[in-house]
């Protein structure tokens, strides 16, 4: 007679990994991660890290389940989870000075456009560390709480804030996915959510202090950054109070690393099509106008003027400077010089 040891009864983690299945067509990577990042919200308060990374939920096209995923659900799983739209950044700081909430921010990408809302990127950049605040005449302010946050990738999010992030890049659900998942009513799973988030507080009341008394191992060379290890060190406290560090590290940087390789804004895609142009035709020195025209074949800067490159490259540290061409129109014109541009490709290119 054979005896089948009974499975192992579901932890909270799996509980909410399963939750968000229900409704999120998604990749089990990503869902996994979602899922620790939930249980690091019940642990932020009054437990070690002190740092606590943000998910940015983010898609090319709408209609994605980005704000299903990175809204609707954690407004129901996460700790004192407040969601907000168009907030201001003295706003957002009295908030969370007030309420020491989970905050939930929507269409992220419509409020990063314009010096106005440097403000609101201090804050971001501010409350991913414990005891980070904001000054203003009345007082000082906490900025500190786990943020999500939510909207279209047009790349005017700032690289200081997207560092913070656990990138969740999302996909609209095939036919075949979307006969997997159920519609979300909150009111159809209130209980059930009930009792979920009691046993969350639960959990997170006998685990604190085991949590504050780790501290995962580094290892040299598996990340790209120090800022890659901070974000990642805070998931691995949290997976091993569930058995599951090492698969959360393996997660982590297989995502990191895609991250990596993926994030390109605009400034950079100038430097590839620039390096391309030297390195194809073996030239050390281009005329302005050649780049132009050669930039210029990707729909996205056809209104690209030889002024408007120079101020694009300015942060760079390249500038067009007058050189001597024997080719072209000839004689003295504007141009750059490859030298000027490779120690921007060494820093800013991935590859």
Same mark, same amino acid.
């Given at each position: 007679?054979?005896?089948q040891n009974p499975a192992p009864e579901p932890t909270i983690l799996d509980k909410i990994d399963r939750f968000i299945a229900r409704y999120v067509a998604m990749p089990n990577r990503e869902r996994h991660l979602v899922s620790v990042w939930v249980c690091h919200t019940w642990l932020f308060l009054d437990s070690p890290p002190d740092t606590t990374p943000y998910l940015y939920v983010y898609s090319a096209q709408r209609g994605s389940g980005? %704000?299903?995923?990175g809204i609707e659900l954690m407004e129901v799983l996460c700790f004192n989870a407040q969601s907000v739209g168009g907030i201001t950044g003295p706003a957002l700081f009295t908030l969370v000075d007030e309420l020491h909430p989970t905050l939930l921010i929507d +269409?992220?990408? %419509?409020?990063? $456009? =314009? !010096?106005?809302n440097l403000p609101l990127q201090r804050v971001l950049n501010t409350g991913y560390r414990r005891g980070g605040k904001? $000054?203003? !005449?009345n007082g000082v302010f906490s900025t500190f709480c786990p943020k999500s946050l939510v909207g279209i990738d047009n790349s005017r999010m700032p690289d200081t804030t997207r560092d913070r992030c656990i990138p969740i890049h999302m996909n609209r659900a095939t036919g075949e996915e979307m006969g997997r998942i159920s519609p979300f009513f909150h009111y159809q799973v209130e209980d059930e959510l009930d009792a979920l988030t009691d046993e969350l507080a639960e959990w997170a009341r006998?685990? =604190?202090n085991a949590l504050r008394q780790y501290e995962p191992e580094y290892r040299? =060379? +598996?990340?790209a950054s120090p800022r890659q290890w901070e974000i990642t060190r805070t998931m691995l406290q949290v997976a091993r109070l569930f058995g %599951? +560090?090492?698969h959360t590290r393996n997660m982590m940087v297989e995502l990191l690393e895609q991250k990596g390789q993926a994030v390109s804004t605009p400034e950079q895609d100038l430097l590839a099509y620039i390096r391309e142009y030297f390195v194809e035709n073996r030239k050390e020195k281009a005329q302005t106008t050649d780049l132009v025209a050669t930039i210029q074949r990707d729909p996205r800067f056809s209104a690209l003027t030889g002024p408007i490159l120079a101020n694009k490259l300015r942060p760079f540290g390249v500038a067009p400077k007058a050189i001597r061409f024997f080719q072209g129109k000839g004689g003295v014109q504007k141009g750059y010089m490859k030298g000027d541009f490779i120690d921007a490709w060494e820093r800013y290119l991935n590859d």
């Open positions: 007679m054979i005896i980005k %704000t299903l995923l +269409e992220v990408d %419509t409020i990063f $456009a =314009g !010096a106005s904001e $000054a203003r !005449a006998d685990n =604190g040299q =060379g +598996e990340l %599951t +560090e090492e």
